[in-house]
């Protein structure tokens, strides 16, 4: 189908459908948000017409742009009621943190790679949203400035919970991220409650990795 005979309201809808609810996603304001945001926007042109299919594609830079049923799935472990201060490492093409300001008050997003930045904000900015923020840097240090956070989601695969950013995630808050080896990682997330830490797994997930001082070093891999 060429990219301008598409129908993609139609494609997210069934997108929607099929891979998000039918997964098990109950979250109404995530399943909502998933029908409004244009997800074609944040791909390269020529793959406009995969951008409602059931797996990652790729964006520049070597990186891809996650599942749409991952995004799902990782949105809703973090709870957010509408209020909250969320962190993002991993911008990528900016599809997740425009998922989180349709479904919280603040975004600040970071990510390691310059082009993406550029590529995210614009289309972020072309889409109307006012709340978010994204920052040239090495994510695993998180962000100081604007810490601490009530929720923390990283997009990139961590060999473990990186604690920097256990020390900004905000007292009841959650962190959300895909921790495990290079080629394969455990959706954890952790909840601080009264200071201490409680982690649960919710599957298996294959990530691109988190690569930084907290994170996997470049010549590991
Ligand atoms: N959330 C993204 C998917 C990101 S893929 C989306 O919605 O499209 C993971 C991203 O994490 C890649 O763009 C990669 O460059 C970035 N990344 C890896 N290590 C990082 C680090 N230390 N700090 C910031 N970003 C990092």
């Not at 797996?55 to 472990?77: E, K």
């Not at 889409?127 to 840097?137: A, E, S």
């Amino acid at each position: 189908m060429a990219a301008d005979k598409m129908d993609y309201k139609k494609a997210r809808e069934e997108m929607v459908r099929l891979q998000i609810e039918a997964r098990g996603i109950t979250d109404r304001r995530i399943l909502d948000a998933m029908c409004k945001i244009p997800r074609e926007k944040f791909v390269e042109e020529k793959f406009y017409t995969s951008a409602y299919a059931d797996y990652p594609l790729p964006i520049s830079d070597g990186q891809t742009i996650s599942q749409p049923y991952i995004v799902a799935l990782m949105t809703q472990c973090l709870n957010l009621k509408g209020n909250e201060k969320v962190l993002e490492i991993g911008t990528g093409s900016g599809y997740q943190a425009a998922i989180l300001a349709e479904l919280t008050r603040k975004v600040y997003s970071v990510e390691r790679f310059e082009t993406l930045v550029e590529r995210a904000k614009k289309v972020i900015e072309e889409l109307g949203y006012k709340n978010v923020n994204i920052f040239v840097g090495d994510g695993t240090v998180g962000l100081k400035d604007f810490s601490p956070y009530d929720r923390i989601i990283v997009t990139a695969a961590a060999p473990e919970v990186p604690s920097t950013l256990v020390e900004q995630l905000q007292e009841n808050g959650i962190l959300v991220a895909p921790v495990g080896s290079l080629y394969s990682q455990d959706l954890k997330v952790v909840e601080k409650k009264s200071g201490k830490l409680y982690t649960r797994s919710e599957g298996g997930c294959v990530f691109v990795p988190l690569i930084g001082k907290y994170g996997w070093k470049s010549n590991e891999f």
